[in-house]
Structure formats: structure tokens, C-alpha cells
């Protein structure tokens, strides 16, 4: 089965809308029409299983272009609307697109002359006198859906190839544990050209729930103000949104949200002092901790709220359909205490690499994806990340997670983000520095050896960061993740 018409199986004629907001909205049975009709212009013009770029925001424009190109068994490559022109023209020129849909206001910065550009003032016009596609109901699900390209921890761009099959089955995996319905009403503040933005597109559309559109988190009063306007029940976010949340918004904390019936967090480890501050302002609402990969088409494990306080600092176990273990170096099951690399195998785990097999051959083994992602597991199985393999610091010839350090700081009241990394020594090989983002006015008052010793009082002496430097703010990128900070009054 195709996986568009997976998604639209229950919802395809139903006549409410399936976007909600101020800006724009559409109903599912116009969405599907639109995007059916979308699919037939591709066909005839394209053929199938070319590669077809897309870069926009989330709007109608990204919903209709990404459901039609997938439809017509052509293969969707979603893109940062910020992408930089360099990275724009390798993955052009890689994947060799035929085709680019773009929103208006950003072609002027990107390389278009050798493709096919197609804008949102453009798109209803051209398939406005197009019949509706006709879907194969002999479709193979194993053929690439789309390509999700990702920087990784090298910085090298790597395009993940994911299968129709895949996304049908994180989509059904996490329908079943976050027991998703029609009922369900999302506030989305992720982008879509991002895996974990289009895990909730996707399980929403499944069930027939609806999405709120809300691009500026940087605009914290209107992402509070939408889950109650639009009685959302649903509301995801990555480390940085729930750390600015509770920690930069001086309203959050004090808000009643009567609809709000769950919270998910994934896209890194969000430290636990975060995780008991939204638990104990927030004792109603479910908080599911979850952990996954591009890789892996999204999600990979997650915690139940009711283990929350018991399993705190745990990424869970695996979501329904999905194996996880940890394995240490020779590739055997690891004992509760133990270090060692997460893998998984599941339907939902990629084809590979694009034009890499290479990285391919190295990620993917006998059918299991090393997640290069280090962990270890208690008595029960519930798997704890530690650390990336690369992120590991060596002190003098002992390892040091950078999470265990930042989870220190972040413990500390008028901390909002720690980042810890590694700097050349002369003597040690290579030392600790943290670069901290406090509240505002607290650098007033918080000074570099109150944090010293604060973290001296929790940490080996060898992990206390010889380096510190205060940041003017948390610096996130449009998926929210965090980028380099702005520093400051390095000693």
C-alpha cells in the first residue's frame, strides 16, 4: 500500500478540517482531493520515482505538494526553508531533482535555473482542471517514500532514504501507545521537513484528528494561547522548547490548560530537573519521554508517564513492532550496569543511505540499526542514554559524558541550558568547558565560582569544567534544536 493512502484510509472524505488556525485551514476531503489531483499532474509530467525537492513551512502548499509527490510514486525530499545555498545545491545536485516546489519568498536565495520551480501562488492554478489520480492498489510499500536529509554528529549531509513501509509502521506504533483518535488536536511548533514534525502529520491524519499550525515558538504567548483557543489536547517539543517554557516564560507554569491531556519530548535528552519541574507544575497532563532517528522514520522507545517518576532519566523501551538492545563491542546483550550502543530493528528502520553504502554497510548489520548512541539498562530492561559515541570526552584517560555534567548544571534554579564540550590541553589531552544560559537578570547575581561549587558538590573533581562562559541566550534552529551559542567572557 501506498503510504499516503494508508494516512487518508479512515479520514479521506471526512468534511471537518484537519488544519485549524488564523491563518489558513483546509478540510481532510479538500486536502485529499487537492493533493490526488496533484498527483496525477506528477505522474504525467514526471513519471515515478523521481527525487522532487520541497521547501517550505508548514501550510497548506507543504501538504498538498508532500501528499501528491508521494502519491504519484514519486519520492518527496523535504527541506529546511533556511537551508544554506552550498548544502541546497549538493542535495540538488545528488539527488538529481527533477522538479522543486518552493514557497515565493525563498527562490530569490537558491540556485533554481537547472530545475523545475513550482511556488504557492502557482500550484492550485495548475492542478485546478486535473482529474484525480488513480491509486494502485498493487503498489510495493517497499519503494522509497521520501528523502530526509540530516547533518548527523559529523556535519556531513546524509540523505536517509525511508520506505512507504516504514512510514506506515511508526505511524501505527505510535497511534498505539500514545492512543491517538479523532479527538486528538495537536499544537505543532515543529517543521515538517523534520522527522519528528511529520510523525505528528502523519499519526494525526491516520485517526482523524486535527493539527494547529503555529510556526514562531519564539512567540511563547502564542503557542499558550493556541492549545487553549484550539482546545488542543496534544503538544510536542524538542529539549530547548520545554527548558524555554518553563524557565524563560514567566506565564507557562501558572497556566490552566483543562484540554491539554498529553505532552511528548523527544530530539534529545531533556535533562530530568526539567522533566519533575513540568511533572510537578503539570500533574495532570501525561509527559511521555520518547527517543528516535531519522533513521528510524521517527521514534524508536518511549516511557509510559506512569513509570515517570520511577524510571526518571529512562528513554523507556521499545515501541510496539520495534527490538531494542544494548550491545557492547563484540555485539553481545550488555547486563543491568553495563555501557554500551543502542540498536534496533523494527519495519519502520530505513532502506539506507542515499548513494552512501558505505555509511550504510556501517549503520545497518544483519538488520539491526546501530544508532551510534551509547546507553545502558537497569534490572527491568528500561534503557538509560548516557551519550553520542563522538560526544565522549576523555580526561586523563577517563571517559566523561558530557550529559552527566550538563544535568548537574541545569539541577541549579536560575540555570536554563548548559552545553558541555571538549577543548585542547596541553597536559590532559583535553578539557572540560561549559557554556551556561542563565535567566534573565540572573548573571546579576550568579557569578562562575557559585556554579563551581555548586557542581563540586555533585561531580568527581575531574568532571568540574575548567571552563566556564556565560551565553546571551539559547540559541535554537528551526526544528528547535540548539546551535552555537553566542559566547561571552570565556576565563
Not at 485549524?20 to 485529499?32: D, H, K
Not at 491531556?261 to 510537578?280: M, P
Not at 539559547?474 to 570565556?490: D, F, M, P, T, Y
Request: proline share 3%; with cysteine; net charge neutral.
Amino acid at each position: 500500500m501506498n503510504a499516503i493512502q494508508y494516512l487518508f484510509e479512515k479520514s479521506a472524505r471526512l468534511e471537518n478540517d484537519f488544519v485549524l488556525g488564523n491563518r489558513e485551514t483546509i478540510s481532510f476531503t479538500s486536502l485529499y482531493e487537492q493533493s490526488l489531483k496533484m498527483a496525477n499532474y506528477l505522474s504525467d509530467k514526471n513519471g515515478n520515482q523521481k527525487n522532487i525537492l520541497l521547501v517550505s513551512n508548514n501550510n497548506r502548499f507543504f501538504l498538498v505538494c508532500y501528499f501528491g509527490i508521494m502519491l504519484s510514486g514519486n519520492v518527496c525530499v523535504p527541506l529546511n526553508p533556511s537551508i544554506e545555498l552550498e548544502n541546497f545545491d549538493f542535495i540538488a545536485k545528488q539527488c538529481e531533482a527533477v522538479l522543486c516546489f518552493a514557497e515565493k519568498k525563498i527562490t530569490s536565495k537558491l540556485n533554481l535555473e537547472s530545475i523545475n520551480v513550482i511556488t504557492e501562488q502557482e500550484y492550485l492554478d495548475l492542478i485546478e482542471h486535473q482529474a484525480e489520480f488513480q491509486i494502485k492498489n498493487t503498489f510495493n510499500p517497499d519503494l522509497p517514500a521520501q528523502i530526509i536529509f540530516t547533518s548527523g554528529s559529523t556535519g556531513k549531509q546524509k540523505g536517509v532514504v525511508l520506505s512507504h513501509k516504514n512510514i506506515i509502521a511508526n505511524t501505527n506504533s505510535i497511534i498505539e501507545y500514545l492512543k491517538l483518535s479523532e479527538k486528538d488536536i495537536i499544537e505543532v511548533v515543529l517543521p515538517f521537513y523534520y522527522c519528528y514534525g511529520l510523525s505528528l502529520l502523519h499519526t494525526h491524519l491516520r485517526v482523524g484528528g486535527s493539527l494547529v499550525l503555529n510556526n514562531n515558538f519564539i512567540l511563547l504567548g502564542t503557542v499558550i494561547n493556541d492549545i487553549n483557543k484550539y482546545k488542543c489536547t496534544g503538544l510536542a517539543g524538542v529539549p530547548s522548547h520545554f527548558q524555554i517554557l518553563l524557565r524563560k516564560s514567566d506565564s507557562f507554569k501558572k497556566m490552566q490548560f483543562p484540554t491539554l491531556r498529553y505532552v511528548t519530548q523527544a530530539g534529545g535528552k531533556l535533562h530530568k530537573c526539567f522533566i519533575s519541574e513540568f511533572n510537578q507544575s503539570f500533574p495532570e497532563i501525561d509527559f511521555y519521554v520518547m527517543y528516535g532517528q531519522t533513521e528510524a522514520t521517527a521514534r524508536l522507545s518511549y516511557l509510559s508517564p506512569k513509570l515517570l517518576k520511577e524510571k526518571l532519566g529512562s528513554i523507556g523501551k521499545g515501541i510496539p513492532n520495534v527490538q531494542l538492545k544494548v550491545v557492547n563491542e563484540i555485539g553481545k546483550q550488555i547486563n543491568a550496569g553495563e555501557i554500551g550502543e543502542i540498536i534496533a530493528k523494527g519495519d519502520n528502520v530505513m532502506l539506507g543511505y542515499y548513494k552512501d553504502p558505505e555509511s550504510t554497510k556501517q549503520t545497518l548489520k544483519n538488520g539491526w540499526l546501530f544508532t551510534g548512541d551509547v546507553g545502558t539498562i537497569d534490572t527491568e530492561g528500561y534503557i538509560y542514554l548516557t551519550a553520542r559515541k563522538k560526544e565522549i570526552i576523555k580526561i586523563s584517560g577517563k571517559r566523561v559524558s558530557p550529559k552527566e555534567i550538563e544535568e548537574v548544571f541545569v539541577s541549579f534554579p536560575e540555570v536554563v541550558d548548559c552545553t558541555i564540550e571538549a577543548i585542547e590541553d596541553d597536559i590532559t589531552g583535553e578539557a572540560i568547558k561549559a557554556t551556561i544560559v542563565l535567566k534573565e537578570n540572573a548573571n546579576n547575581y550568579i557569578t562562575k565560582d557559585i556554579l563551581k561549587s555548586f557542581c563540586s558538590q555533585k561531580l568527581d573533581r575531574h568532571k568540574i569544567p575548567q571552563f566556564i562562559e556565560f551565553s546571551k541566550g539559547l540559541k535554537i534552529n528551526s526544528a528547535g534544536k540548539k546551535v552555537k551559542v553566542v559566547r561571552e567572557n570565556q576565563t
